[in-house]
């Protein structure tokens, strides 16, 4: 597929067909990166951070593996100390 570069400021865009920004699930804002190999550029949509977390977390309550690390006392006992 055919596309153009264009300029925005000091710096070159590049317009991203309608039917590839849906195929890839790219955004207005969307991270990508950005890699040149060979001369050729390989532009890749860049993962969230916390992608997955919604599922794991999920796994987790499901296997009984959420369950609270430190004891409510504690935020009690920080509380009297303000």
């Not at 317009?15 to 969307?30: N, Q």
Request: aromatic share 6%; proline share 2%; glycine share 8%.
């Amino acid at each position: 597929m055919e596309s153009k570069i264009i300029k925005v400021g000091t710096s070159l865009g590049l317009i991203i067909p309608g039917l590839m920004v849906k195929e890839c699930d790219l955004k207005y804002g969307s991270k990508i990166e950005i890699e040149l190999k060979k001369g050729e550029l390989i532009i890749k949509k860049k993962d969230s951070v916390r992608e997955g977390w919604d599922e794991a977390f999920a796994q987790y309550a499901k296997e009984g593996e959420d369950k609270q690390f430190l004891p409510d006392v504690l935020d009690s006992e920080a509380d009297m100390l303000l």
